[in-house]
């Protein structure tokens, strides 16, 4: 067992109900290497789930830890701008159970749901008269203006790796966020029901 266990839980998510039985997640990505299934561990990350759930929902952002010593689990949830905190809360409980179920065992997880939506940056640019390129972005609100721009750099680079002759892609790190398609990926929402892009809650 490592010294601490890390779960990164990334709610990048829609509108859409996303169940761990009703949708397929964009992805769940473990590291093996460690046992959380029991015990201490397993406690702390139900505790931490719970937080996350709770704290996230209120603006969209959260990154906390629970327990302690070799116990201590990390934990980060983020729900799109353009999603509403019913749909945020939504997701974000279900990406816990996802990781819950799919993976008691590991030490760094990463759960999101995604069906066919927008981001917090977005642009567009025709390419002919009649295509047009629609991409977005997003970071955690964790990082650093500089450091954003970093993940995204890298994130946008490996698109010619990654997505060579696509027409769409999406390239997903634990901090950030890059996509482009050839058809519109935003949601046009009331300011009401979106989370505000400059709150930053820090646990």
Known sequence: MTLSHHLLLLGVLSLWHCSADSADPLG???????????????????????????????????????????????????????????????????AAKQIRIRQADGEDQIAGCEPQNAGLGKGQTKLTPFVTLYALVQCTRDLSPLSCAQCLAIAVGNFSDFCYNMKGCRV?????????????????????????NTQKVYP
Request: hydrophobic fraction near 35%.
């Open 28 to 94: 769940v990505f473990c590291n093996k290497d460690t046992n959380i299934g029991s015990g201490n561990a397993s406690a702390d990350f139900d505790d931490l789930s719970v937080q996350l759930v709770s704290k996230a929902s209120t603006n969209g952002f959260v990154a906390i830890s629970f327990g302690s010593g070799q116990y201590l689990v990390h934990g980060l949830a983020q729900c799109r701008g353009d999603v509403g905190k019913e749909g945020c809360s939504t997701c974000i409980q279900d």
């Open 172 to 196: 997903l790190y634990s901090s950030c966020y890059a996509r482009y398609e050839l058809y519109p990926v935003s949601f046009r929402l009331g300011s009401a029901l979106m989370f505000s």
